[in-house]
Structure formats: structure tokens, C-alpha cells
């Protein structure tokens, strides 16, 4: 990263993210919002990150959300449909959709959660 303050204010790279463990899941880290309301308040933006075996338990939300898959290998379930997720693949998850990640690879499972409208439930 640059010494420049811009950069520290607009460019994040993956040294500068902060990891904090929840209580949300198994193995199941997020970092500090990347995007929150002192950028915009159309939407917020976190990356989470799932060790070997990790994942959530089914859950809904009352936002919308999405997410695009950095690494790892994961299934995805919303509703009753499955699928087997790999790095690249971008995922949208409407307001009270039943869902849930489970990381099923060897290594850590990271991805870009996007939340709409902004992410405010108080998790870091």
C-alpha cells in the first residue's frame, strides 16, 4: 500500500483487512466494513472468510445481499435449490431467502458480501 493518505482511505489491499471471528457459524470470519456510510449509503460491503469445514447455518436477513467467491470451494443453499460454488462465481441472495454457505474445500473459503440496503444488524 502506498504511504499516501488516499490510498489508505481508497485502496484496501489484503494485508490491511482486519479479521474478526463471530459467533455466526463455524469457522466463520468477517472483516471491517470495505464499504460503509461514509462512502455511500446505497449499500455496504464486507469480506468473509470460512475455514476447511466452516459455513452458516440456514438464516434469512431482511436486506438483500450478494456474493462474489475470491477462493475456495463452498455449496450454496437457498431454498430448497444447491449448488457447488467455485472462485468467480457471483451469487444473489433476495431479502428473506432461507440460505446458507458451507465451505467444502481444504482451504479457507473468502468472498465479497455486498449488502443492500447497508449492512446494519451491529456485527463487525
Avoid at 463471530?22 to 461514509?38: C, I, K, M, N, Y
Avoid at 449509503?41 to 462474489?68: D, I, W
Avoid at 457471483?90 to 468472498?111: C, M, Y
Wanted: one cysteine or more; a negative charge; charged letters at 15%.
Amino acid at each position: 500500500m502506498s504511504d499516501s493518505n488516499a490510498a489508505t482511505t481508497y485502496v484496501i489491499t489484503p494485508e490491511d483487512i482486519v479479521w474478526h471471528k463471530t459467533e455466526l457459524g463455524r469457522e466463520f470470519w468477517l472483516s471491517q466494513d470495505l464499504v460503509a456510510t461514509d462512502y455511500t449509503s446505497r449499500f455496504s460491503a464486507q469480506v468473509t472468510r470460512f475455514g476447511p469445514g466452516g459455513g452458516s447455518p440456514p438464516h434469512s436477513h431482511t436486506y438483500n445481499h450478494a456474493f462474489y467467491f475470491l477462493s475456495g470451494t463452498c455449496s450454496v443453499q437457498i431454498g430448497e435449490q444447491t449448488w457447488h460454488i467455485v472462485p468467480g462465481t457471483f451469487v444473489k441472495v433476495p431479502a428473506h431467502a432461507q440460505h446458507r454457505v458451507t465451505n467444502t474445500g481444504s482451504e479457507d473459503l473468502v468472498f465479497l458480501v455486498i449488502y443492500d440496503p447497508p449492512h446494519s444488524d451491529g456485527t463487525p
